[in-house]
């Protein structure tokens, strides 16, 4: 167990705003985190509808099932909103976040191993069934044009499965709905697959496969909703929508398979529980009200 440790304050967003989330009065769980070094806007931090969790696993770069807190942790939003310095790295944005949380909210943490129960991804019986991506041509990939904002759900028209409808060949995302999920990756590696599936499941998943290429995959499969990913979820149920209309319920009939089942089904790849040594970050204290902007 490593020794309980506050964030020593050597970097921090040059202005930050931290306020409670009002709430949305419908049943939509719409969360946005954008902004910061790597992003269409690297020199604003725009955060919406976030959890102190969420905020965290972003910040020491780990997966939720490597981060212990509150239990308000995971329940309580805000919005938080924050210049970032120019030239800011991917490492020292990170830093940013953790000291910002520690300032505000006066965190304390300390870090520990352990052997956790933990699922190997590897190719089923049959072989793998995933589309090998095709490169673009050089002067499509000047000419295209960045992805949409993370908040552009908002305003995406539903199509016909209750999904909205998002751009095609574009992008790494995540919508759920009430009895059905898509997963959509497109031009990724197993590894950018295996880091999606990690927000899915209780526990680590790590690549077995030996599968090297970049694949275009769509899956669809019945969501945890405890386990709606914190950075692109979907819309919820619309109110007054029927099972089977854009934002209802799926039709009866129509349920979507377990994420197990689908990998299997979809793609040709299984999970195999194991046991693996897994870094973790407790922590220790946080207050529920943070300290004025």
Request: proline share 10%; charged share 25%; with cysteine.
């Amino acid at each position: 167990m490593g020794l309980c440790a506050a964030v020593a304050q050597a970097q921090s967003f040059d202005v930050a705003s931290i306020k409670p989330h009002p709430a949305s009065g419908d049943n939509r769980i719409l969360v946005r985190m954008g902004g910061g070094p790597g992003t269409p806007d690297p020199g604003r931090l725009n955060y919406d509808n976030v959890t102190l969790k969420n905020v965290l696993t972003k910040a020491f770069d780990v997966k939720s099932y490597q981060l212990t807190v509150p239990a308000w942790a995971e329940t309580e939003r805000f919005d938080i909103t924050a210049k970032v310095p120019d030239g800011t790295t991917k490492e020292q944005f990170q830093t940013m976040l953790q000291n910002l949380v520690a300032s505000r909210f006066k965190m304390t943490f300390h870090r520990e191993k352990k052997e956790l129960p933990a699922y190997v991804l590897v190719v089923a019986k049959g072989g793998p069934k995933l589309r090998v991506s095709e490169e673009p041509a050089a002067d499509a990939k000047k000419d295209d044009a960045p992805p949409p904002p993370s908040n552009a759900v908002r305003a995406m028209r539903m199509g016909k499965d209750g999904f909205p409808e998002a751009a095609k060949g574009r992008g790494n995302f995540m919508m759920m709905m009430p009895g059905k999920a898509r997963l959509v990756a497109n031009g990724a590696p197993i590894a950018q697959l295996i880091d999606m599936l990690s927000n899915q499941v209780d526990r680590p998943v790590v690549d077995g496969t030996e599968l090297r290429a970049k694949y275009d995959i769509t899956l669809e499969f019945l969501p945890e909703m405890r386990n709606m990913p914190g950075f692109v979820p979907g819309a919820g149920v619309v109110p007054g929508a029927g099972p089977g209309e854009p934002g209802g319920a799926p039709p009866e009939g129509e349920a979507a398979p377990s994420l197990f089942i689908a990998l299997q089904e979809q793609l040709g790849l299984r999970l195999e529980p194991r046991r693996a040594p897994i870094d973790l970050i407790v922590i220790d204290h946080l207050e529920k009200t943070p300290t004025e902007n």
